[in-house]
């Protein structure tokens, strides 16, 4: 495995086992492309993910699964150093290990509910629960329709601790043609709170002249028929 010495911080990207893993992929993809470094760790559910919803095997150890990752992301640049699911004596499992910040893309809800309650059962955990005490950035894009009251207490918790919550919630005013412009505008949001500019997004500009109405406009009556009693 090649030498992993970045010049800068790396970024930690965590994949729980939510369903949404493209956008973990595309995630890694981009991040490589912009020459950030990347520690990464794929959860033992995100493994079993996707063998049942895409129908490939992720290797668990971490020579095999870079080579996968570099695979399937058609990736050669930037640096990548996976992580074995449960290794709790990886470099990201100590706060002296220094990071640029953590994103978990997808987050479960089980993932959350354990990092909300301090609990660390495997790598993505412990490096959250590193994040947070340490006071570096940590974003978690939770996966889950809908939430319920135990879901958002949680990432309440998590957001009075200091993550930054940030779910991938689409948007239509870019316009996409395409589930793969849909898939960038979500990551790229995702990894706008770590201030990382990754890939090419139309961003709002705010309303084309024109496009607001008047007062006039406005006091128009409805050309839609009545409702119906």
């Known amino acids: 495995m090649p030498t992993f010495n970045p010049a800068s911080p790396p970024v930690v990207l965590a994949v729980s086992g939510a369903s949404a893993q493209p956008l973990a992929q595309r995630a890694l993809q981009l991040l490589l492309e912009a020459d950030v470094a990347v520690e990464m760790v794929t959860s033992r559910g995100a493994i079993g993910v996707w063998q049942a919803e895409l129908g490939l095997r992720v290797p668990s150890e971490p020579e095999a699964q870079e080579q996968f990752w570099r695979e399937r ?13 449960n290794d709790q004596a990886a470099a990201i499992a100590s706060g002296s290990h220094r990071t640029r910040g953590m994103v978990i893309l997808p987050a479960s809800m089980g993932t959350v509910g354990r990092i909300a309650s301090g609990v660390a059962l495997d790598l993505i955990e412990r490096a959250a629960d590193v994040h947070l005490k340490e006071a570096r950035p940590l974003v978690i894009a939770p ?30 005013y870019h316009q ?4 793969e412009e849909m898939v960038d505008f979500l990551v790229i949001r995702v990894f706008d709170a770590l201030d990382l500019e990754l890939g090419s997004l139309n961003r709002w500009q705010g ?12 006091q128009q009556p409805s050309s839609l028929p009545p409702a119906e009693p």
């Open 176 to 179: 996409p043609r395409t589930i």
């Open 73 to 85: 992301t058609g990736c050669g640049s930037g640096q990548l150093r996976c992580h074995r699911w």
């Open 143 to 172: 996966r889950e329709l809908p939430w319920n009251l135990v879901h958002l207490r949680n990432l309440t918790r998590l957001a009075e601790a200091g993550a930054r919550i940030a779910p991938p919630v689409p948007a239509w």
């Open 207 to 218: 309303a084309p002249l024109g496009a607001h109405p008047t007062r006039q406009d406005r």
